[in-house]
């Protein structure tokens, strides 16, 4: 298929492309240290390096590969799995909602492709950089989503790469590296958070709605009621103090 002058986004050259591609570097160090060890629990969790690697592709949100891997290897049903997913990733349509302010003007799969490869990171400097220039060319963000992206994989087929080269004794005690993971990823996001308190109340609330009901319930939906309710209630105090700050 061809394409004329006008069906071309009207910032793509290789310069915008070439700018949001600087961007990405600074980011560059946490896809790489974070995709290794999301590779190796893959390998640990029962994956091999292939399916790792497919899952790194697909299912490009490290949290939610975190969060897949732990409860496939608790033996979660696949419906608790994909709900608990979705759920984790709920925040990314969030996201891609703040930051349209700033694709005006651009045709609807280029605003796909922008928000198919969003992440955190490049959320933040996205949003740093419409803020600073009032819109975002959509080659300056392919710029900054494309290498982001292509690192990930690259990180998690070396970790499970690396993963699937330990003795099988030793990966035997390594199991522990599932829990601690998720207990490492809880508390990185607690200490880099502004708002530790929201943050805390979350995990308490999550903690007592599992305590509590995870003699009367399977554990699976335990997962999915205590998680559906921590962010709720979370989301709802946050807009609230948005609202008075407002």
Request: net charge positive.
């Amino acid at each position: 298929m061809s394409l004329n002058s006008q069906t071309l986004p009207k910032h793509s050259d290789p310069l915008s492309f070439r700018a949001g591609f600087i961007a990405c570097l600074p980011t560059v160090p946490g896809y790489l240290s974070i995709g290794f060890a999301a590779g190796a629990i893959g390998t640990l969790a029962g994956f091999s390096v292939l399916q790792t690697a497919l899952l790194a592709t697909l299912l490009y949100t490290g949290s939610a590969q975190f969060l897949f891997y732990s409860l496939w290897a608790a033996g979660a049903e696949m419906t608790s799995v994909v709900l608990s997913v979705m759920l984790v990733n709920l925040r990314y349509l969030l996201m891609s909602s703040a930051i349209s302010v700033f694709f005006r003007g651009q045709s609807g799969w280029q605003k796909v492709v922008s928000g198919l490869l969003l992440t955190d990171e490049t959320f933040g400097v996205a949003v740093q950089h419409g803020s600073q220039h009032g819109k975002i060319a959509f080659a300056w963000m392919f710029g900054l989503n494309l290498p982001a992206w292509l690192n990930w994989i690259i990180a998690c087929v070396i970790g499970a790469y690396a993963a699937s080269a330990v003795p099988e004794s030793l990966m035997a005690g390594l199991s522990f590296s599932l829990v601690s993971m998720f207990i490492g990823l809880i508390l990185m996001t607690w200490f880099a958070s502004r708002r530790k308190w929201l943050e805390t109340l979350a995990i308490v609330v999550a903690v007592l709605v599992t305590y509590f009901s995870a003699g009367h319930l399977d554990l699976s939906v335990v997962v999915i009621i205590a998680a559906s309710i921590a962010a709720s209630l979370a989301t709802l105090l946050l807009r609230m103090k948005y609202k008075e700050g407002k």
